[in-house]
């Protein structure tokens, strides 16, 4: 079993940027981010390799969002700058524990066996 616990949401202006925190219990293979904004399906963001600290971000937030992580701390991060207000919704942190090579992989929900309680971010604009 895997714990996660979600930190950093609230409201922001659009423009404005926020950091989002996920802590472990333990050390998966991979963690990500996903978004859900209300009568929308759960969104990929981003995703980070716990080895080698290899990243995957969705074309919607690249330049903008940077997922980043801290092996001693078990925690990842979601640095997200220059928000908008499509950028609102609940996001969650998930870890997977299946081993690929493909980091586009790991953009499919499926693929994680632990999620977060879920932290909501809302940009005003």
């Known amino acids: 079993q895997v714990q996660l616990v979600e930190s950093g949401g609230g409201l922001v202006q659009a423009g404005g940027s926020l950091r989002l925190s996920c802590a472990a219990s333990?050390?998966?293979?991979?963690m990500g981010w996903f978004r859900q904004a209300p009568g929308k399906e759960r969104e990929f963001v981003a995703a980070?390799?716990?080895?080698?600290?290899?990243?995957y971000h969705a074309d919607s937030v690249k330049g903008r969002f940077t997922i980043s992580g801290d092996n001693a701390k078990n925690t990842v991060y979601l640095q997200m700058n220059s928000l908008k207000p499509d950028d609102t919704a609940v996001y969650y942190c998930?870890?997977?524990?299946?081993?690929?090579?493909?980091?586009?992989?790991?953009?499919?929900?499926?693929?994680?066996?632990?999620w977060g309680q879920g932290t909501q971010v809302t940009v005003s604009s």
């Open positions: 980070i390799r716990s080895s080698g600290s290899i990243t």
């Open positions: 333990r050390r998966t293979h991979v």
């Open positions: 998930a870890a997977s524990t299946i081993y690929t090579m493909s980091m586009s992989y790991y953009s499919q929900s499926a693929r994680y066996a632990y």
